[in-house]
């Protein structure tokens, strides 16, 4: 049930990014290499948000189930109790607490900042992703505007096209009528081929410095940022669990102190909010079969999202230095502990399964009594 969960979340995740990441890209060639490559590297990213979910919704629909079929009532009446149901579900816990820490303290951040190497790799060297129809597009010292945008195969159609570039205490202008936005021979970098249009240079104080016709131009658009990405760090996002403990130790000037301590604690509480999943979820996922409930799983689907929701907009206090890490986050994370150890000591000791136990326990100690009573 939790595979099945956890593949159907992660498959409506990436389908969600996959169709943002083709909006980036446009229509440059080798488009789904690039997509798949990227969404590669999202997948620690997704794995770390949709198992902890799978996982509790797993175990709320199996229990619930059991619960509907009064499998939990032949199981309670040969002595095996709720607090007996939890150690296999603890089993499976341990297993997915060392995967999740693994996946958000040591994968994620690589694959994170992998994927955003990716992406400015992709968006500066090909600029597809970047022209938007009667949008001004800035990239280093270059600025772009088509009035019309359209594409066609490996290349993109222009008309009345704008284009200013500023080095060196000079600016170049150029206009067209028509271009196309191709990509090189070599994929280094893309190239514009411009038709009537012409050339002007501006000089500081200078009104025009000179202006030139052509019928065609070519012009090599290369920008610095398509060299190199900056280094792995700069977020705290990309940081694993030990870099973001020497980090608070030792905190730099970007990421600043206060989005390192968000990041840390939020990860924490990420990490220690798995044990604690079980015990909600099977709360919610008893019931007495003779009065089945519906809403056990709508709460449980409510409590969840609303838990995560807080402590997501903890972490974004935490980051603004508004509150400090043990009241925007840990608070929550012990109210949400404490609700699921008490509702679990309810459903385990003092709940309809319980009372059914009990019922079975007395009509059992009523027959041996009568037994010894006849045998005098």
Same mark, same amino acid.
């Given at each position: 049930m939790t595979l099945a969960l956890t593949g159907a979340g992660l498959a409506v995740l990436l389908l969600g990014r996959a169709v943002g990441l083709?909006?980036?890209?446009?229509?440059?060639?080798?488009?789904?290499?690039?997509?798949?490559?990227?969404?590669?590297?999202?997948?620690?990213?997704?794995?770390?948000?949709?198992?902890?979910?799978?996982?509790?919704?797993?175990?709320?629909?199996?229990?619930?189930r059991l619960s509907r079929d009064s499998e939990i009532i032949v199981l309670m009446a040969s002595g095996w109790g709720p607090h007996l149901l939890l150690r296999p579900v603890l089993v499976l816990t341990a297993i997915l607490l060392i995967l999740v820490t693994v996946i958000l303290?040591?994968?994620?951040?690589?694959?994170?900042?992998?994927?955003?190497?990716?992406?400015?790799?992709?968006?500066?060297?090909?600029?597809v992703g970047a022209v938007r129809e009667g949008t001004f597009v800035h990239a280093d010292d270059l600025t772009f505007f088509a009035e019309h945008v359209g594409f066609e195969d490996s290349q993109t159609s222009l008309s009345n096209v704008f284009l200013r570039r500023d080095q060196g205490g000079e600016s170049i202008v150029v206009t067209a009528r $028509?271009?196309?936005?191709?990509? #090189?021979?070599?994929?280094?970098?893309?190239?514009?081929? %411009?038709?009537?249009? =012409?050339? &002007?240079?501006?000089?500081?104080?200078?009104?025009?410095?000179?202006?030139?016709?052509?019928q065609?131009? $070519?012009?090599?658009?290369?920008? #610095?940022?398509?060299?190199?990405?900056?280094?792995?760090? %700069?977020?705290?996002? =990309?940081? &694993?669990?030990?870099?973001?403990?020497a980090a608070r130790a030792d905190p730099p000037i970007k990421p600043s102190p206060s989005e390192i301590s968000a990041e840390w604690n939020m990860r924490l509480v990420m990490i220690a909010s798995i044990p604690i999943l079980p015990l909600m979820a099977i709360s919610l996922g008893l019931c007495n079969p003779r009065r089945p409930r519906g809403w056990g799983i709508a709460l449980g689907l409510v409590v969840v999202v609303l838990y995560f929701q807080v402590i997501g907009f903890g972490e974004a206090l935490v980051k603004r230095a508004i509150l400090p890490p043990s009241v925007a986050l840990w608070v929550p994370f012990t109210i949400f502990a404490g609700l699921a150890a008490w509702l679990f000591y309810r459903a385990a000791f003092d709940g309809p399964p319980r009372r059914a136990t009990s019922w079975f326990g007395s009509r059992d100690r009523l027959r041996l009594l009568r037994s010894v009573r006849g045998s005098k």
């Open positions: 083709f909006d980036i890209l446009a229509s440059p060639q080798n488009a789904f290499e690039h997509v798949g490559q990227m969404l590669l590297y999202l997948l620690p990213h997704l794995l770390g948000m949709a198992l902890p979910g799978a996982f509790f919704f797993g175990i709320l629909l199996t229990f619930n303290g040591f994968v994620a951040p690589y694959a994170r900042y992998a994927y955003r190497s990716v992406k400015h790799t992709v968006v500066q060297t090909t600029l $028509r271009g196309w936005l191709v990509e #090189s021979p070599d994929g280094a970098r893309p190239v514009l081929l %411009l038709h009537d249009g =012409e050339v &002007t240079r501006f000089k500081p104080g200078e009104r025009s410095a000179g202006r030139t016709t052509f065609a131009f $070519r012009w090599p658009v290369a920008m #610095s940022g398509a060299e190199s990405y900056r280094r792995r760090g %700069l977020d705290q996002r =990309e940081l &694993t669990l030990p870099e973001l403990w």
